[in-house]
Nanobody, 125 residues
Framework: QVQLEESGGGLVQPGESLRLSCSVSGGSLSSYDWAWFRQGPETEREFVAAIRRSGGYTYYADAVKGRFTVSRDGAKNMVYLQMNNVMATDTAVYFC??????????????????WGQGTQVTVSS
């Protein structure tokens, strides 16, 4: 089973940028769909972004569309989440996930079966 490890979280001010990384081992990027989810202190884990294993198509939650970009680098076995113009509402633990969901379920956390341990992002002035 593929193993995932996130990094890149931290404390940033509103309006700044941050890039999260997800290091992948034990599997090929081309074999899975990749997604980022986040979970706040008192909220359920929610979908942020995903990139398909075929064609590299990307999908975003409305709350981050236009500000966040998901990408992957097959040569480095890495998945990224570029976060621009961050807001206080982006504060959460961010998780990288791997799975093979059907397109209609790409935002469903239950369709992903490999997860990293998460990285904390705090947006505060």
């Amino acid at each position: 089973q593929v193993q995932l490890e996130e990094s890149g979280g931290g404390l940033v001010q509103p309006g700044e940028s941050l890039r999260l990384s997800c290091s992948v081992s034990g599997g090929s990027l081309s074999s899975y769909d990749w997604a980022w989810f986040r979970q706040g202190p008192e909220t359920e884990r929610e979908f942020v972004a995903a990139i398909r294993r075929s064609g590299g198509y990307t999908y975003y939650a409305d709350a981050v569309k236009g500000r966040f970009t998901v990408s992957r680098d097959g040569a480095k076995n890495m998945v990224y989440l570029q976060m621009n113009n961050v807001m206080a509402t982006d504060t959460a633990v961010y998780f990288c996930a791997a799975g093979r969901p059907v397109l209609s379920a790409i935002r469903n956390k239950n369709m992903y079966y490999s997860w990293g341990q998460g990285t904390q992002v705090t947006v505060s002035s």
